[in-house]
């Protein structure tokens, strides 16, 4: 079993992984909102000004990800820990298939954590990618300035629009990605006679991974997209409807080139810059004990 990075190691590579991939992604993730925007994609902005909104990515991006990555390694740490003490007594029993289980529950509840900060910047960041508002912090403004009409608690609600389905969206995709992930590295152990995993190799896994999870899960993301530029708030199973009824389910499709696209890139920039940072960080703190 590999050593496993330690709480600061996570929350700093994470949070480095997630600003590096947002912000050299932006562009692709401006598109693909776009055409998925009940709008159109002209409509929306087409290709010019693709980087409005990133202020909003800038300054989630890097507590989204340290959050989900120290959810994630702690998780994962605790029931692999869990899972070898339960061999021990059972007198060396291995079951393989649960260590997939594992990284699927560590991923989900890294996703949970990381939606209480990826959630409001997705509101914010997609309304002004859209042409909504020209900018992120307007966009921002405009939520907040509803307090006199809908109250606190309705501002609340609305910078947390769509939680539910993003939350759909994001555990299937993650127990597709990382188990994938996991399993790809454990095999490069295996065969490589290696401990550690490179962040190159790391990063071809990572966009293996990534492409699979992303086409299975664009349905989800397209509802995610129309539910949160939706200008009343629309429930999911209604605007389902709305979906099928106006654009047929070709529409549900919409934009799988940019984010499987994305997504491969992403995942080889983010799960790779991690595990260099990773890496880096554990070899200093080894050296210096």
Known sequence: ????????????SGALAGTTVDLSLYPLDTLKTRLQSSSGFLASGGFSGVYRGVGSAIVGSAPGAALFFCTYEYSKSFLSAHRHAKQVSEGGLVREWEAPIVHMVAASLGEVAACAVRVPTEVVKQRAQAGQHPSSLLALKAILSQHRTIGVSGVWREMYRGWSVTIMREVPFTVIQFPLWESMKEYRRRTSGKDEIGALESGLFGSAAGAVAAGFTTPLDVLKTRMMLA??????????????????????FAGIGPRVLWISIGGAIFLGSYQWASNTISERVGHRT
């Open 1 to 12: 079993m590999s050593n496993q990075p330690t709480f600061t190691t996570a929350l700093l």
């Open 231 to 252: 200008k009343e708030k629309t429930a999911m199973i209604p605007l389902l409807r709305e979906i099928l009824r106006d654009s047929g389910p070709r529409a549900f």
